[in-house]
T-cell receptor, first 115, second 110 residues
Framework: DSGVTQTPKHLITATGQRVTLRCSPR?????VYWYQQSLDQGLQFLIQ???????AKGNILERFSAQQFPDLHSELNLSSLELGDSALYFC??????????????FGPGTRLTVT | SQQGEEDPQALSIQEGENATMNCSYK?????LQWYRQNSGRGLVHLIL?????REKHSGRLRVTLDTSKKSSSLLITASRAADTASYFC??????????FGTGTRLTVIP
């Protein structure tokens, strides 16, 4: 158990809908990262927050947004969903602000299926 | 892209054999990390090697790094069925995020 929790575990929704994925980082970690893993794109970095502030952006679509709250949990909002958004979404956390200095701890993921 | 590429894409071995997988990347790095992912689950950090290190060991894992060739290898000795998983290398070049490779799927046959 990495100490990172993600909810829900599975999500099935229709095209055009909006969903929110939630992540609680490991105790003491200030950075939260969101990744998308699909068969054709592999593991793609989406966005990082550190202590409530956005620090880095990767391949995140404009239809997606995220935030980190004062208690350090984070939410990833996906809107106007398309079939191609079906994927595993992982949250990871680390202690520092620089994403590669130390290891990242990954949550179990949320499997999103868009029908 | 800084993304690493693992080779082979898939590897199948008998229990007790050694497994070697390679990672190549494109730009200079600060460190390189290896992660394991069991089917459909979160990634688990295995080992981190810094750019000024050439070799690192952790239990049955041995990682080498050749910055001149921009490549790394992960060796798992005396493999077990429980080692069956996908293995990813991830490179960090000083920016705020890791770049993950495409992964090697390892199957260890009991």
């Amino acid at each position: 158990d990495s100490g990172v929790t993600q909810t829900p575990k599975h999500l099935i929704t229709a095209t055009g809908q909006r969903v929110t994925l939630r992540c609680s980082p490991r105790s003491g970690d200030l950075s939260v990262y969101w990744y998308q893993q699909s068969l054709d794109q592999g593991l793609q970095f989406l966005i990082q927050y550190y202590n409530g502030e956005e620090r880095a952006k990767g391949n995140i679509l404009e239809r997606f947004s995220a935030q980190q709250f004062p208690d350090l949990h984070s939410e990833l909002n996906l809107s106007s969903l398309e079939l191609g958004d079906s994927a595993l979404y992982f949250c990871a956390s680390s202690v520092g602000v620089l994403g590669g200095t130390y290891e990242q701890y990954f949550g179990p993921g949320t499997r999103l299926t868009v029908t | 892209s800084q993304q690493g590429e693992e080779d082979p894409q898939a590897l199948s071995i008998q229990e007790g054999e050694n497994a070697t997988m390679n990672c190549s990347y494109k730009t200079s790095i600060n460190n390189l990390q290896w992660y394991r992912q069991n089917s459909g689950r979160g990634l688990v950090h295995l080992i981190l090697i810094r750019s000024n290190e050439r070799e690192k060991h952790s239990g049955r894992l041995r990682v080498t790094l050749d910055t001149s060739k921009k490549s790394s290898s992960l060796l798992i000795t005396a493999s077990r069925a429980a080692d069956t998983a996908s293995y990813f290398c991830a490179t960090w070049s000083g920016a705020n995020n890791l770049f993950f490779g495409t992964g090697t799927r390892l199957t260890v046959i009991p």
